[in-house]
C-alpha cells in the first residue's frame, strides 16, 4: 500500500532505498498505470469527455474512476469505506516522516479534507477537480469536469465497472509475479 501510494513521487530508479515489500508496491502502481493507459475502455472514456481537456483527460477519468470505486464500495470490499479510510490514513500518519516530501504534504491535505472517504461524492469531486485546475493556474479547466460528471455519469459508470473488473485481473495477476519474484529471490 505505502508503495503504491508513493508511486508518483518517485523517479526512475529512486526506490532503492525503500524495503522490498515498498518497491513492489511501486512496481506494481507503475503497471496499474500502464494497464490502464493502454485499455481501450479508459480510452472511451477520454473521449467521451469534452475537447477542452486535451491531455488533462487521463487524469479527470482517473478522478472519475476514482469516484465510481469509493461510491460502489460496497461491491469490492467487505471493509466499509470509513473503516478503510480510517485504517490508511493511521498507517501514513505513522510513517509519514519517512516518506518523500511531497507524499508527506499529500497526506496531510489527504487527511485533513478526507478524501478518501468524500470521493464518494460528486462535492468531494467537484473539490479534488477546483484544486487540480489551481494547480495547473487554470491551464486544465479540470474544474469545469463536474458538469462531464453529471452529463455522463451512467456511461463513464459502465466504462468503470467493465474496466475494473479487468484490472482487479491483471494486478493480481502481476502482484503475484512480483511476490514470486521476491520470493524466489530469497
Do not use: C
Not at 23 to 29: D, E, N, P, R, Y
Not at 64 to 75: H, I, V
Not at 159 to 178: Q, V, Y
Request: hydrophobic share 35%.
Amino acid at each position: 500500500m505505502i508503495g503504491n501510494f508513493i508511486a508518483d513521487h518517485i523517479r526512475g530508479n529512486n526506490y532503492e532505498g525503500f524495503s522490498k515489500e515498498i518497491q513492489q508496491g511501486i512496481f506494481l502502481h507503475r503497471e496499474i498505470d500502464t494497464f490502464t493507459d493502454a485499455h481501450e475502455i479508459v480510452r472511451k472514456s477520454k473521449r467521451r469527455l469534452h475537447k477542452r481537456y486535451r491531455h488533462y483527460d487521463g487524469v479527470i477519468i482517473d478522478i472519475f474512476y476514482d469516484y465510481f470505486l469509493a461510491k460502489n464500495w460496497a461491491d469490492y470490499s467487505d471493509v466499509s469505506l470509513d473503516v478503510y479510510t480510517k485504517s490508511v490514513y493511521k498507517l501514513f500518519s505513522k510513517i509519514s516522516d519517512d516518506l518523500p516530501v511531497k507524499s508527506q504534504n499529500f497526506i496531510k491535505y489527504m487527511i485533513e479534507y478526507n478524501i478518501l472517504f468524500n470521493y464518494q461524492y460528486k462535492d468531494g469531486i467537484a473539490k479534488v477537480l477546483n484544486g487540480m485546475n489551481t494547480r495547473t493556474k487554470g491551464k486544465s479547466q479540470m474544474n469545469l469536469a463536474i458538469e462531464d460528471l453529471r452529463l455522463l455519469e451512467d456511461e463513464l459508470q459502465e466504462d468503470f465497472t467493465l474496466f475494473f473488473k479487468d484490472l482487479i485481473e491483471h494486478t493480481n495477476k502481476k502482484f503475484k509475479e512480483l511476490t514470486d519474484i521476491q520470493y524466489k529471490n530469497k
